[in-house]
């Protein structure tokens, strides 16, 4: 697991790495570390995790998928940052694994996102501007692309570095 994961934060191993999902559509959330110790997985937090970033268009047994670690580090390093400025909202998803069927579906969806590898994911934090939610992310180690949509959310992956606004 990559350095980013080892920060300290919390006042014991699980919350040190507590990452607190929500999704906008269905309304499940989840409060779970993804790690204990900064260096292994935490599989029964992990697993949860992906469950809330799964593709909620389809069955379960073909939305879920085992979402791209690093993109839950980006996420975490994300909310990490927030906390210590004072926001202790939860990350609100609005999409994170699709399916090639699902992402064919999305008007403007890029044919090759990152989203069909489990490496991106579009959220909104309540009371944080957009434009401030985009910078914390482009600011992120973890981050590659930052999309910055105005009309609702921010898009993260762990592809190459790149910025643009929707």
Not at 36 to 53: E, Q, R
Not at 95 to 114: F, H, K, M, V, W
Request: include cysteine; hydrophobic fraction near 40%; aromatic fraction near 12%.
């Amino acid at each position: 697991m990559p350095a980013l994961a080892r920060a300290q934060f919390g006042s014991n191993a699980k919350d040190r790495y507590l990452l607190f999902l929500e999704r906008v559509d269905t309304g499940e959330f989840a409060a779970q570390p993804f790690t204990l110790d900064g260096k292994t997985l935490y599989w029964a937090g992990y697993k949860k995790l992906c469950a809330i970033l799964r593709d909620e268009h389809v069955p379960p047994e073909m939305g879920f998928v085992q979402i791209n670690v690093r993109t839950i580090e980006a996420l975490w390093a994300v909310q990490s940052y927030l906390r210590r400025d004072g926001v202790g909202s939860p990350i609100m998803v609005h999409s994170g694994y699709r399916t090639p069927q699902t992402n064919a579906q999305i008007e403007g969806a890029a044919r090759l996102s990152y989203h069909m590898w489990g490496k991106a994911v579009d959220f909104h934090v309540p009371g944080v501007p957009l434009d401030y939610l985009a910078g914390v992310c482009e600011a992120c180690p973890a981050s590659g692309g930052v999309g910055y949509y105005p009309d609702g959310w921010v898009h993260m992956d762990t592809g190459p570095k790149r910025i643009w606004v929707g």
